[in-house]
């Protein structure tokens, strides 16, 4: 029995035992790294769906319930632009005023003195139009409204923002 065989691996034995884990180990590293990316745009997109169903169903629910204000001081009798503006004026159920509009990246109500942003600070809000049909007051109005809604992740991860476009119309039940 020579004992030079027995001593341990050769060269080429190690280097390919190396070459061989390294190439599983980078298989498993980017697997990682790929559903680490996933979970972040799918966390996104769960983030931007929220936001963009709470306003949504805030809005239908407040114009729904509410009338238009008319005689509030920026329509002053009839909605302006052929009604397409960018804030809204309503009477919710119980007679008190409230104001929609757009501040910066966010949708803004004010009841009285107060007012709160309707999406959170993870989403932007971009492109915010309502329409008023008919824009003076008639039997019964329609708003329609659009906006977009985007994640504010993209300093941190650009390239994998996640955003919907939002559109509906709402019938007042003041008739």
């Known amino acids: 029995m020579d004992i030079r065989r027995n001593q341990g691996f050769t060269l080429i034995e190690m280097v390919v035992a190396t070459a061989v884990f390294a190439v599983v180990l980078s298989a498993i590293a980017g697997s990682y790294l790929s559903v680490l990316r996933l979970n972040e745009k799918s966390r996104t997109v769960r983030v931007v769906e929220q936001n963009a169903r709470f306003i949504t ?17 920026g329509y002053n009798g009839s909605v302006p632009n052929n009604g397409m503006v960018t804030y809204l004026y309503l009477l919710n159920s119980t007679g008190a005023r409230e104001t929609l509009d757009f501040v ?54 650009p390239g994998r923002e996640s955003s919907v476009v939002i559109q509906s119309t709402i019938a007042t039940r003041d008739y």
């Open 57 to 73: 169903e805030f809005l239908t629910r407040e114009i729904r319930n509410g009338t238009i204000d008319f005689s509030a001081a």
């Open 104 to 157: 910066g990246t966010n949708i803004r109500l004010t009841k009285g003195s107060a007012s709160t942003n309707l999406s959170g600070s993870d989403v932007r809000v971009s492109n915010l139009v309502f329409y008023v049909y008919p824009s003076n007051q008639s039997s019964q109005n329609t708003v329609g409204f659009s906006f977009k809604v985007t994640s504010n992740t993209t300093a941190q991860t």
